[in-house]
């Protein structure tokens, strides 16, 4: 069982930063999958990024390639998301999920995940 706490959100205007964190407690056994995900009102979840917490590779989904970035601190069993040029259409609900006991990220399925936080809203106006 990992338990997982977001950070961060906030109101931004377009083109503005916000820097998202994710607290993981409970097992957090090294070998795990950190992701990122956003959900807009009425829509599906969609994925962001990934980090393995060993190694530390990473993957972005096109939509915020090259303008977020993902990071962590395994000290602090902690993730975050920079979110840098934000858009109006940034704006969703990001969720914090991790996939335990896995040696890589298996991708951005909403399925993959077993542990979600409880989300943190970051509106984005123009």
């Known amino acids: 069982q990992v338990q997982l706490v977001e950070s961060g959100g906030g109101s931004a205007q377009a083109g503005g930063s916000l820097r998202l964190s994710c607290a993981a407690s409970?097992?957090?056994?090294?070998?795990?999958?950190m992701a990122w995900f956003r959900q807009l009102p009425g829509k599906g979840r969609e994925g962001v990024a990934t980090?393995?917490?060993?190694?530390?590779?990473?993957y972005y989904a096109y939509s915020v390639k090259g303008r977020f970035t993902i990071s962590q601190d395994n000290a602090k069993n902690t993730v975050y998301l920079q979110a840098d040029s934000l858009k109006p259409e940034d704006t969703a609900m990001y969720y914090c999920?991790?996939?335990?006991?896995?040696?890589?990220?298996?991708?951005?399925?909403?399925?993959?995940?077993?542990?979600w936080g409880q989300g943190t809203q970051v509106t984005v106006s123009s």
């Open positions: 999920a991790a996939d335990l006991g896995t040696w890589w990220c298996r991708g951005l399925s909403v399925s993959t995940y077993a542990y």
């Open positions: 409970g097992n957090t056994a090294s070998n795990r999958c």
């Open positions: 980090i393995h917490t060993r190694g530390g590779s990473t």
